[in-house]
Nanobody, 130 residues
Framework: QVQLVESGGGLVQPGGSLRLSCAAS????????MAWYRQAPGNQRELVAS???????SYADSVKGRFTISRDNAKKTTYLQMNSLKPEDTAVYYC????????????????????????WGQGTQVTVSS
């Protein structure tokens, strides 16, 4: 099995910074696009940033120039560096992968290659408040 685990959320004052991490676990052979979404109370989940396997990044207009997405393919991890945080950035932040190739271990047999689409992490709370 595979899963995504986020970390790094917390409470920060306006103008402050936080760095979120999302690590994929399992016998993983490749990860396609990795992305960060967020959902504030009463709002729909929105795409914040995404990054392809070769490092091409894109951002929502609301975070351009303040947030930076990156990934370490060897560590199967994506990061979201958030600077100049505003109260309106307060939300639960979710990591997501559109496609992940992995191997499902079978006792006493060769692991079975599988794919998982639209994998999500459990979310991490980011609160920007004075």
């Amino acid at each position: 099995q595979v899963q995504l685990v986020e970390s790094g959320g917390g409470l920060v004052q306006p103008g402050g910074s936080l760095r979120l991490s999302c690590a994929a676990s399992g016998i993983i052979t490749s990860i396609n696009v990795m992305a960060w979404y967020r959902q504030a109370p009463g709002n729909q989940r929105e795409l914040v940033a995404s990054i392809t396997s070769d490092g091409s990044a894109s951002y929502a207009d609301s975070v351009k120039g303040r947030f930076t997405i990156s990934r370490d393919n060897a560590k199967k991890t994506t990061y979201l560096q958030m600077n100049s945080l505003k109260p309106e950035d307060t939300a639960v932040y979710y990591c997501s992968v559109d496609r992940i190739d992995y191997k499902d271990p079978i006792p006493n047999k060769d692991p079975i290659p599988k794919m998982w689409f639209n994998l999500w992490g459990q979310g991490t709370q980011v609160t920007v408040s004075s």
